[in-house]
């Protein structure tokens, strides 16, 4: 078995698809490449990698397709390429459960960054033991969060956001100082945040459209209040 990281490159067209694989075997991965959706979703079905690259628009089983059926059953990093780059065209990406995203035409090097960053936050060290936060019980080395109600399935990325805010209880984060955080970018699209956010409410909020944990301050960002507050605004 190699020691390398894995990635799995998922595009229809063969210029980028071979660019983009050598660019990240020369940082050190394994890779393997699919030209359509419906290739990937078989070979993925029985082994997923380390991160998984994925073009939005595919013939056949488009990536929004394919990001959904790998995140019903595995918290596996997806970084999404999309050639839209609107606003709603990164955020309906985001819904689907991808991990971030990039618009093409994209610089290879930024490509290489964004795949390090989420290996980085999948397999770097936890740096402490499993531990409780108000509604949550968290266990870092194993990746897992448990409400009242039993364990929470997350997104990798939804994971690095839960745990950054349980470790900084009452801590008001603005989008940027998050972006910065949890992604790693010092500038981007800070709708990446309220998606992310809004799903994180949908998966450990009794109600999320009235939450009391992880709260919006308006003006300034968002804070996680361990112990509820009955009167939280939205």
Known sequence: MSAHPSVVVVEDDATVRTVVADYLRADGYDVVTYGDGASALAALASVLPDVLVVDRMLPGVNGDDLCSDVRRRSDVPVLMLTARGSVEDRIGGLERGADDYLTKPFAMRELQLRVRALLRRRV????AGEFTVGPLRVDPVGRRVWTAAGEVTLTSREYDLLLHFARHPERVFTRDELLEAVWGWTFGEATTVTVHVRRLREKIEPDPHAPIHLRTVWGAGYRFVP????????
Request: no cysteine; hydrophobic share 40%; proline share 0%.
């Open 124 to 127: 770097g060290a936890a740096g």
């Open 227 to 234: 112990g509820g507050d009955a009167h939280a605004a939205r």
